[in-house]
């Protein structure tokens, strides 16, 4: 087998599962404990990777749990990490959180059981892979990768090293999607063929501030990375990270994976046939690469999906907090972060991230009538606790690598096309790669940085 590509056949083995979920599945270890072995009568030792912003609120939602504790914290920026271990360790009654700065000497820490890797995108594939040959469990946030070849080694080093992997696609554990999942599998949908998933927001453009020397104590080349070496620069350190090709895959890969990983496990489709994608940067001058307009035709079998994003759009609102914990749904017209599924027999309308789900079929004296629904809950809770019970019991988890790496491809795809000019790309099932197309086949995996390098065999 080349080592560049993995057969679907790889990825499947031991793939099967339930339509509620992979947290039933298959165990990935013959026994039930893993490499450090986590009794349940003993707490899991976390190392968390990145505390700024998303990787300060997973660690708070951890430390709610009477069965994790943080022990150890690792950020490239040492005010940052100096600070958060202490306040970690006050938060469990005084207790030593070790913090270190470099990632590698991290890894080498035995008493570590599970990693949380919350960095920018850029570092979520090669910190997943080197935890997983470090030992480790992983729990990566979203996307998961960076690039196709990335995601294809984060599923060999997972899956040779034996160990658990959770991407942070927290729908997947929700209860109220867990029932359209049922819903639609028990046909009250109908026939399904069209699929439309937004992400419409509000971003502007920037203009990056001139270069200059890093601060104090943060360490730029290794927060760089398997990137182009470059020299600091505040605004893209800060935010403008997620808009540079680099780095990241734009607002579809921060944002919009979340609806397109939903949509796609909702309506039971794996890789696409063939993938086309337009758009571009309209509104603004400045120094942003990826679009702020961008549409996106999904071909498979016998189903269309379309994703459509703005970054230009106030008017279009995520799911707020009240909607998340009430029992409201959004205002459909204008959720910006919905999912609209067309079967024959009528419309679901999904929210992610707690917004419910309602079915509308066709309306009656023009007032709308809605057959089936059911409010939501923000699933990070539920995700974390999946998590944690996979550790322990050594079965697939809900949001799987192959499963984050699969919902990364539709990102990747997209932004291929259009970073080739919008032209449709057709896929080989088979490898997840392209046919006939060299040059969409030159973004199938980025030149990575030394020492910062995932190697060929993981």
Request: glycine residues 10%.
């Given at each position: 087998?080349?080592s560049?590509d ?17 947290g039933?599945?298959?165990t990935?270890?013959?026994n039930s404990?893993?490499v450090?072995?986590?009794?349940a009568?003993?707490?899991?030792s976390l ?10 609120s ?16 690792c950020?490239v ?8 271990s ?7 009654g ?23 890797v919350?960095?920018?995108?850029h570092w ?7 935890s ?10 979203k996307?998961a ?32 999607n ?13 026939n ?9 927001k ?12 890093p ?9 760089n ?7 600091y ?12 090709w ?31 994608c ?9 120094d ?15 189903l269309?999906?379309?994703f ?10 995520k799911?707020d ?7 409201m749904?959004?205002?459909w ?6 999912i ?16 419910g ?29 999946n ?29 291929i ?14 490898t997840?790669r ?25």
């Amino acid at each position: 087998m080349n080592s560049k590509d993995i057969p679907r056949r790889e990825f499947l083995s031991g793939s099967g599962r339930s339509a509620l979920g992979l947290g039933a599945g298959l165990t990935i270890l013959a026994n039930s404990r893993s490499v450090h072995g986590t009794p349940a009568n003993e707490k899991v030792s976390l190392g968390m990777i990145g505390v700024r912003g998303r990787g300060d609120s997973l660690a708070s939602g951890f430390l709610e749990r009477d069965d994790c504790e943080i022990t150890h914290v690792c950020d490239v920026d040492t005010g940052t990490g100096t600070a958060r271990s202490k306040q970690y360790g006050q938060r469990q009654g005084g207790k030593r959180v070790k913090y270190i700065q470099d990632y590698r000497k991290f890894l080498e820490e035995a008493s570590i059981d599970a990693v949380v890797v919350a960095t920018p995108d850029h570092w979520h594939g090669p910190l997943t892979v080197f935890s997983c040959q470090a030992g480790k469990d992983v729990y990566v946030e979203k996307p998961a990768s960076h690039n196709p070849w990335e995601g294809q080694q984060m599923v060999k080093a997972a899956r040779k090293y034996k160990r658990i992997v959770q991407v942070g696609m927290q729908n997947r554990s929700a209860p109220y999607n867990l029932e359209a999942k049922k819903f639609i599998e028990e046909g009250k949908l109908g026939n399904i063929h069209l699929c439309r998933v937004f992400n419409m927001k509000s971003q502007g453009n920037f203009t990056l501030p001139p270069d200059s020397d890093p601060p104090p104590g943060f360490n730029w080349d290794m927060w760089n990375g398997p990137a182009p070496e470059r020299r600091y620069n505040s605004t893209i350190r800060g935010q403008g990270w997620h808009h540079l090709w680099d780095y990241a895959g734009g607002d579809t890969g921060n944002d919009g994976v979340h609806q397109l990983d939903l949509a796609r496990w909702l309506v039971g489709v794996d890789v696409p046939n063939s993938v086309h994608c337009s758009g571009g940067r309209f509104e603004g001058k400045g120094d942003a690469e990826t679009p702020d307009t961008q549409i996106a035709t999904y071909d498979f079998d016998d189903l269309v999906m379309t994703f459509e994003l703005t970054l230009y759009t106030p008017y279009m609102l995520k799911t707020d907090g009240e909607i998340r914990n009430t029992d409201m749904f959004p205002y459909w017209p204008q959720n910006a972060t919905r999912i609209e599924i067309y079967g024959t027999k009528g419309v679901m309308c999904v929210g992610r991230h707690g917004g419910g789900w309602e079915v509308y079929v066709r309306p009656q004296s023009r007032k709308p009538v809605v057959t089936a629904s059911k409010y939501g809950r923000f699933p990070d809770p539920p995700h974390k606790e999946n998590f944690v019970q996979c550790i322990r019991s050594r079965k697939l988890p809900n949001a799987d690598v192959l499963i984050g790496h699969r919902s990364a491809l539709l990102v990747h795809y997209a932004n291929i096309s259009y970073r080739v000019g919008g032209q449709k790309l057709v896929i080989d099932p088979a490898t997840d790669r392209f046919v006939d197309n060299p040059e969409a086949a030159k973004l199938f995996k980025r030149e990575y940085r030394r020492p910062w390098v995932i190697e060929e065999e993981v």
